[in-house]
């Protein structure tokens, strides 16, 4: 089982949809966990960081179910902009030192 | 100053040839980072180093070697690589290597092999 999942998409949104995109993690001692953005070739964005309570950002919300292992991301309005492949990370502590696990990424079409 | 630079930007090299990759930062962040990425692939982790000392080897072939001159600067060094080795080579800083901050990627060098 790999250690972050992420269904790869592509997810075809027109501009103005809502759209989720959903990633379940392996490691049940993760303790931090986030969603970056890359665009193509470019090097990946920290987009937000997820946390139990839920965290929201302008039209971006982040979810987080420790029981499940199971984070999530919601896009409300969705831009032309917004086209790019999203990363579930999880972070975990290996032998005291953080390092960052990466899902495949989801990637989301958003069209006029 | 809240980047991580990395030059060179773009690189193509042979198998035979030596070359290095750089990686600089001044946050002050004493936690540095190499990740792979291939494409259509997620980054996967490379080598960790915390306070200036190598901590994390995720098993790469001795074909890569790190190194960290200070607390600002991480080197890459490569040497008979193959094409296979042809990905994005992405460094990442963050400020302590013992608790969970989210990482400061830079730009990424894109290598070659031929």
């Known amino acids: 089982r790999k250690e972050v999942e992420q269904d790869p998409g592509p997810f075809n949104v027109p501009e103005g949809a809502t759209v989720a995109f959903n990633c379940t993690y392996s490691?049940?001692?993760?303790?931090?966990f986030f969603w970056y953005r890359q665009d193509c070739r470019k090097e990946p964005k920290l987009l937000m960081s997820?946390?139990?309570s839920g965290n929201e950002d302008g039209r971006f919300t982040a979810q987080l179910n420790r029981a499940s292992q199971y984070i999530s991301l919601l896009i409300r309005d969705s831009k032309l902009s917004d086209s790019a492949t999203y990363l579930c990370v999880v972070n975990e502590m290996n032998t005291g030192f953080q390092k960052l696990v990466f899902g495949t990424g989801t990637r989301l079409l958003v069209s006029p | 100053d809240t980047e991580v630079t990395q030059t060179p930007k773009h690189l193509v090299m042979g198998m035979t040839n030596k070359k290095s990759l750089k990686c600089e930062q001044h946050?002050?962040?004493?936690?540095m980072y190499w990740y792979k990425q291939k494409a259509k692939k997620p980054p996967e982790l490379m080598f960790v180093?915390?306070?200036?000392?190598?901590?994390i080897n995720e098993s790469v072939p001795s074909r890569f070697s790190p190194e960290c001159p200070n607390s600002s600067l991480l080197n890459l060094h490569l040497h008979a690589l193959q094409p296979e080795d042809s990905a994005l080579y992405l460094c990442?800083?963050?400020?302590?290597?013992?608790?969970?901050?989210?990482?400061?990627f830079g730009s990424g060098t894109r290598l070659t092999v031929v």
């Open positions: 946050m002050g962040h004493r936690a």
């Open positions: 490691n049940s001692a993760s303790q931090s």
């Open positions: 997820v946390y139990s």
């Open positions: 990442a800083s963050s400020p302590t290597p013992d608790r969970e901050y989210g990482y400061t």
């Open positions: 180093y915390s306070y200036e000392k190598l901590s």
